[in-house]
């Protein structure tokens, strides 16, 4: 297991080392360059010399890009353009909302997902498996935002069931460690602020789950119904098995490998893909600052969040490989 994680580790290397060549080319041939990016389209000519050479941009190519890399490896990202701060400490003050949502949503998926995915592989064609079905070919089909949207409108404007917008009520004056609003409430012993940001996760994170949980319905089904007539599988049962560890050993094992897969994929989209949602319920993730930030053009921003979102998706894969492993050892000697 050690020796597949370093491998997988030193794999990710090129991949990063890639992304960051990409990045730099996109800033060099930004219009204008990355001087007139920063100071407007109304920018002098004295003015754009002026940022060039304090930023080092008369010097050499090979030397700007050695520099380039040297700043993010220090995790020395700019400084935003919009709140005059240094990106990365906003991306430290936003992260944890963000984190907080996808992991909610997530979970969402997976725990609703899964199962009903796996009994709509058990009642192919009956009344459960149509249902699934439709149902998980609705929730991709329907925006992301546009549900966050219906869904502020019935539970939080006319039920008034949940909150409709920020991460906690500003009346809880709740205690801040780690910036995870949950885990400090539970941290600090204030249940009620832990109680109140949950509250406040609810719609955004089933709005953000929508689509996750439609993909791993359909993953799951039809991973399921492939196994389940496998020869090893009748075998299983000829022998005697017991129906539930047949299921469970046997054919839901076996299947999850391409779920896995797909959780994995899905859970590096609900970090990129929070824009919209943060935005209906004014959430206060990454999401919502990277909005602005396109909007505003503040390119530094931009160019952390590329790199912070490769980051999550390259660790991201390695878990999968670390799941693979686990569910199936064959896989540890590739």
Known sequence: ?????????????????????????????????????ILGEKATEAEVIRINRALGLDQPVYVQYWRFLKRIAELDLGTSTQTGQPVWDEFVLRFPATVELALLGILIAVAVGIPLGYLAARHRGGWLDVTAVSGSLVGICIPVFFLALILKQIFAVELGIFPSYGRQDTGIDATSVTGFAVLDGVLTGELDAAWDAIMHLVLPAVALASIPLAVIVRMTRASVLEVQDEDYVRTAEAKGLKRSVVRGRHVLRNAMLPVVTAVGLLTGSLLSGAVLTESVFSFGGIGSFIRTAIDGRDYPVLVGFIMFIALVYVLINLLVDVAYSLIDPRVRVY
């Open 1 to 37: 297991m050690l020796r597949l994680v370093v491998r997988r580790l030193l794999q990710l290397i090129p991949t990063l080392l890639g992304l960051s060549v990409l990045l730099f080319l996109w800033l060099d041939r930004l219009p204008g360059g990355p001087a007139s990016a």
